[in-house]
């Protein structure tokens, strides 16, 4: 039996918390595609395990161990879960197939059901590789009515004015929002969170004109603007794909990383046609 010092175990108990987040990732991300819970259910679930995955990698001495999620993945094997109902130990075993750090019992963070597939795959856990490269839920990341598209800021004419062809698709997005089913925006969004937008969207703004260019500064302001706009906006509109790509480069960046000034250039430029369209939408 092998003595671990108190920081070798400290260190292996995090590379295991890292292990359970994401293979409880996967699941969840498999009982949302299932339905198995609901939007609210997941996109909070889904955040806060994303945080904690931040977190765990926030301590230096794990980030050198971890180095990046492919290397991880190569290094290490998964051991099996044990337990009824999604509970179980975790065991993390390096290349020789030894226990790195006997037995971790990782708690239950959602009553989502965990497949044994996620096992059996081993590695290959590909919808929470894909969630941790985007740090965000799907539910961000993606309108949640994809067919409702808010046209351009000043495109939208009077259908008793604009051309046939203009009028046809501007009746059309009308009606599509009018008769959105449960859990579109049906109706106009709160005074509260369409100011809660408005704000996040300034904030951002105004840190890239302070030159406030790192990761760490940058990402937690521009997940704020997302998640604001995710309660005022269903559909899409011109500038929710930048937000989202530039949510997904920085999330691949260090912590301490900066921006260039060509890059945050092109991030206030976009941002600023995102803010249009979203300002444009809302008086549409």
Not at 21 to 33: F, H, N, V, W
Not at 115 to 123: A, F, H, I, N, V
Not at 185 to 203: C, D, G, M, Q
Request: proline content about 4%; some cysteine.
């Amino acid at each position: 039996e092998v003595k671990l010092l108190p920081r070798e175990r400290e260190l292996y108990e995090s590379l295991a918390e890292i292990y359970s987040i994401i293979i409880t990732i996967d699941g969840l991300e498999r009982a949302y595609i299932k339905d198995s819970v609901t939007e609210a259910e997941y996109t909070d679930t889904c955040q806060r395990l994303l945080k904690q995955y931040s977190s765990t990698l926030s301590d230096e001495g794990v980030r050198t161990a971890f180095i990046d999620l492919e290397t991880f993945r190569r290094k290490w094997d998964w051991g099996g879960w044990l337990g009824a109902e999604g509970r179980g130990n975790a065991v993390l075993k390096g290349e020789s197939g030894k226990n790195g750090i006997g037995e971790y019992r990782r708690s239950e963070r959602t009553g989502a059901d965990e497949s044994s597939s996620s096992t059996e795959r081993g590695m290959d856990c590909p919808r929470a590789i894909e969630r941790i490269r985007t740090g965000i839920p799907l539910t961000l990341a993606q309108p949640s009515n994809p067919s409702i598209t808010h046209p351009h800021p000043g495109t939208h004419a009077n259908p008793q004015t604009a051309s046939p062809a203009t009028a046809a698709t501007t009746t059309t997005t009308t009606t599509a929002t009018a008769a959105a089913p449960n859990g579109s925006r049906s109706k106009a969004p709160s005074s509260a969170l369409v100011l809660a937008a408005t704000e996040n969207f300034i904030t951002f703004l105004d840190a890239l004109k302070l030159s406030l260019l790192s990761k760490d500064q940058l990402h937690p302001l521009l997940s704020e603007v997302i998640q604001s706009l995710s309660r005022v906006v269903d559909g899409d509109f011109v500038g929710r794909a930048d937000i989202v790509k530039w949510l997904i480069r920085l999330n691949g960046m260090k912590a301490n990383e900066e921006l260039g000034e060509g890059e945050a250039r092109e991030l206030m430029f976009e941002m600023e046609g995102a803010y249009a369209g979203f300002k444009g939408m809302m008086r549409d």
